[in-house]
């Protein structure tokens, strides 16, 4: 055979095998992928933050290269879940066994509503599949890890700190209004009623709120609990005003918080709103209520204040791509980068072995530092996660608080005002 012949035969084979190699018989060979179930409302913001933050989080790691497990190379894969949790229990519960049975998720993130948090957490700790809450509050199931380990070790909670911490960071931010009304206004033992939307999780509120508020040198006038969705609190509101409260202490975790925030501005009643208000926390908040929102106080996650060096570039980031400013249900972008971690470290996907990892972790988020407690929930407190006030002032959302607390200001905060109207009826003469 010519040494022209010989060439042309191994450039044949060499063509061959090299679209053998690349297209695996005319198959372009399909990337390892991680399934990750997000779920939430999606209907609502909540569930869109959720899925917001979880999308992100997976486009800058699959874009880094994806997950390192062992010796391989995965992507992420989000898969997402829409729960209707807001409306229904039953239906949040059976999306997410959907999730886990058909599409063969690895790990579950999300949620918003206690009541089908532990709907789906139970479906979950069924299948050893690890539930990462990025919403739900209710401390009794970080307790179900204490109680029976063996079951309950898949579930951690990343975002918000539990109902027990909220109820202390809720506090610090009505102690923080009460002593502006001392300063202020002179009145030195303030008139305080709670709105409290009817939730499982806010039960503990409002139990804590008529004990502890006398605490604080307040007087403490009632209880008002309106459904989590209701459309019109013209009802509380005048009852608040005619029972003479001068601070409004809130729980709204749903859409409720948008029409409370609108009416109490339209209405004028002369009484500081302090405490939670997830709506309140949205970029769409001031346009929502009509600009009637403004000087609504609410305990937070994201500001654009530097809580750690990760909070602006995270919070400007996801303002650009969504045009909203995050809530703390986007805090599933802390929740993969927290799972990736984790299976990187334990080389492996196998929850037996993701678990003890996770339990490892000491992450700086853009919330702050976090690590869980022996039950798997995130650790509250100087140093983690404080969490943040913030407040509507002039049709721009501030963070206000923590503001010399435990010797704690983060860089870009503010003072709180008073809404001028509160001051016009209160301030002495």
């Not at 084979?13 to 990750?36: M, Q, W």
Request: with cysteine; aromatic share 10%.
């Amino acid at each position: 055979m010519t040494r022209k012949r010989w060439a042309a035969l191994i450039l044949v084979v060499t063509l061959l095998l090299t679209t053998f190699s690349v297209t695996g018989c005319g198959k372009a060979a399909a990337p390892k992928v991680i399934k990750i179930a997000v779920a939430g409302p999606m209907q609502f913001i909540q569930g869109q933050h959720h899925w917001l933050g979880a999308q992100m989080a997976a486009e800058e790691i699959n874009k880094a290269g994806g997950v390192t497990v062992g010796n391989k190379k995965y992507n992420i894969e989000l898969v997402q879940v829409d729960t209707n949790e807001l409306l229904s229990v039953d239906d949040a519960a059976s999306a997410v066994e959907k999730a886990i049975t058909v599409n063969k998720v690895n790990a579950i993130i999300g949620t918003i509503r206690s009541e089908a948090s532990m709907a789906i957490q139970e479906v979950a700790m069924d299948n050893k599949t690890i539930m990462m809450v990025c919403g739900a509050s209710l401390p009794q199931m970080a307790e179900k890890v204490g109680k029976d380990y063996n079951r309950y070790k898949y579930w951690f909670r990343v975002t918000p700190v539990n109902a027990t911490y909220l109820v202390k960071a809720s506090m610090l931010l009505l102690n923080h209004v009460g002593g502006v009304f001392r300063k202020e206004l002179g009145i030195q033992k303030p008139k305080v009623a709670a709105i409290i939307e009817k939730a499982v999780a806010g039960d503990p509120l409002a139990a804590a709120a008529a004990k502890l508020i006398p605490t604080f040198g307040m007087e403490f006038v009632g209880v008002w609990r309106p459904s989590p969705t209701a459309t019109d609190l013209t009802a509380e509101l005048t009852a608040i005003r005619k029972a003479g409260a001068q601070i409004i202490y809130t729980y709204f975790s749903a859409t409720a918080g948008v029409p409370y925030a609108k009416q109490w501005g339209e209405l004028q009643i002369p009484a500081a709103s302090v405490g939670i208000n997830v709506e309140a926390q949205a970029k769409g908040f001031m346009q929502a209520t009509g600009n009637k929102g403004n000087y609504e106080y609410t305990l937070n996650t994201y500001a654009p204040v530097q809580i750690t060096p990760k909070t602006l570039p995270f919070y400007e980031e996801f303002t650009k791509r969504a045009g909203q400013f995050p809530t703390y249900n986007a805090g599933t972008y802390d929740a993969i980068y927290i799972y990736k971690e984790a299976i990187e470290r334990a080389k492996s996907l196998d929850p037996e072995a993701v678990v003890p990892e996770l339990e490892k972790t000491n992450y700086l988020s853009a919330a702050g530092k976090i690590v869980f407690n022996k039950n798997h929930d995130v650790t509250w407190g100087p140093g983690y996660v404080t969490a943040l006030g913030t407040q509507w002032q002039d049709g721009k959302l501030v963070a206000v608080w923590p503001n010399g607390w435990e010797g704690i200001t983060y860089p870009g905060t503010v003072d709180y005002k008073l809404p001028p109207w509160v001051v016009s009826q209160w301030k002495k003469k």
